[in-house]
């Protein structure tokens, strides 16, 4: 739904609270009222209470409040001149937050079509007139309790889905991440029928290197190979990935040969920049990479496992040729 843009030169909402003088760590309550003597007793109440407060007298100064403010949850006289609770409630949905933030409805009607009215326009619930005041008091406090739990899940859920994605030691996407990410991107690039480009990275010598200097040293070697390679890719959209051991992966989508060719040749410079000595090494004597790169317009013949096998036969390529480079373009068949 189409929120519409109202004049600056309406009569500003009003606010009779001085949020100044309350906690700023209490949630937000938007009263919306045109009654003023209703709006002014559940100001009182809802301050009683310990919430900061502040009012609107119509449902267009409660939308631009409410864009302004992020309050935590909206009481909401369901009949109001102009614009009333119903449609208010429907276009606030529509704003940033607006489907997270609970609307408590207030209406002097409970009967079967009012009620469905009431949730039909995304209210999560609903008090009648006259007010018990007891009854608001409390759905007021389960609903914000209600959002509270709902943001905490949300965050939860967040931080578990990074840490299934990311591999614990270089912090860089796992294997897993790789595989439903190329995947999802070879499905998305044939639909728009754009480029795609994959390039495997190996670290040269990397056995001979934790034979050297031990383990340990190999495991802090890799977080400072996988961030250099972070950092040669420049794009939200691109995807640097542990492959497994010492290889590492960068999906790019809508990325033809050149472009990928750059992105290669950033990468093996931030890596040689990094000088990590590598005494064992038979190429340099610091830490360095081969790379195999392929491009494809993504077509119907075009899987992950074909696209993965051609950038392995660069790679092959690379090392055969003398390793600390990246190999010609391997292209797929279509």
């Given at each position: 739904m189409t929120v519409p843009h109202f004049l600056n030169s309406r009569q500003s909402p009003s606010d009779?609270?001085?949020?100044?003088?309350?906690?700023?760590?209490?949630?937000?309550?938007?009263?919306?009222?045109?009654?003023?003597?209703?709006?002014?007793?559940?100001?009182?109440?809802?301050?009683?209470?310990?919430?900061?407060?502040?009012?609107?007298?119509?449902?267009?100064?409660?939308?631009?409040?409410?864009?302004?403010?992020?309050?935590?949850?909206?009481?909401?006289?369901?009949?109001?001149?102009?614009?009333?609770?119903?449609?208010?409630?429907?276009?606030?949905?529509?704003?940033?937050?607006?489907?997270?933030?609970?609307?408590?409805?207030?209406?002097?009607?409970?009967?079967?079509?009012?009620?469905?009215?009431?949730?039909?326009?995304?209210?999560i619930d609903f008090v009648t007139k006259p007010i018990n005041w007891a009854v608001l008091r409390q759905r007021v406090k389960r609903l914000l309790q209600q959002a509270n739990l709902y943001k905490q899940l949300q965050t939860a859920n967040s931080e578990l889905q990074r840490l299934v994605s990311i591999d614990s030691l270089t912090q860089v996407a796992n294997r897993r991440c790789f595989d439903e990410t190329l995947e999802h991107e070879l499905v998305r690039m044939s639909r728009e029928q754009m480029?795609?480009?994959?390039?495997?990275?190996?670290?040269?010598?990397?056995?001979?290197?934790?034979?050297?200097?031990?383990?340990?040293?190999?495991?802090?070697?890799?977080?400072?190979?996988?961030?250099?390679?972070?950092?040669?890719?420049?794009?939200?959209?691109?995807?640097?990935?542990?492959?497994?051991?010492?290889?590492?992966?960068i999906i790019l989508p809508r990325t033809d040969a050149a472009g990928a060719v750059e992105v290669a040749k950033r990468v093996r410079n931030s890596v040689n920049q990094l000088q990590i000595p590598h005494a064992a090494s038979q190429v340099s004597d610091y830490i360095t990479v081969s790379m195999g790169i392929t491009c494809t317009l993504p077509g119907e013949e075009v899987t992950p496992a074909k696209l993965i096998r051609a950038a392995d036969i660069g790679l092959y390529r690379a090392k055969a040729q003398g390793r600390d480079r990246h190999s010609d373009l391997e292209t797929t068949a279509e």
């Open positions: 009779s609270s001085d949020l100044s003088k309350s906690d700023p760590d209490a949630p937000l309550v938007l009263i919306v009222d045109d009654n003023w003597l209703i709006q002014d007793l559940l100001r009182q109440m809802m301050e009683k209470d310990g919430y900061q407060v502040v009012t609107a007298n119509s449902g267009q100064q409660a939308l631009e409040v409410f864009a302004r403010l992020q309050p935590d949850i909206v009481l909401l006289d369901a009949s109001m001149p102009v614009m009333d609770g119903y449609t208010c409630c429907q276009l606030i949905q529509a704003l940033p937050g607006g489907d997270r933030t609970p609307v408590l409805m207030i209406t002097a009607l409970e009967d079967t079509e009012s009620v469905n009215r009431v949730f039909e326009a995304g209210a480029p795609l480009a994959l390039i495997l990275c190996d670290v040269d010598f990397f056995k001979l290197y934790n034979d050297t200097y031990g383990h340990l040293e190999g495991d802090w070697c890799l977080k400072k190979i996988a961030r250099a390679i972070s950092d040669a890719v420049c794009r939200p959209g691109d995807l640097v990935a542990r492959y497994g051991g010492e290889e590492f992966a």
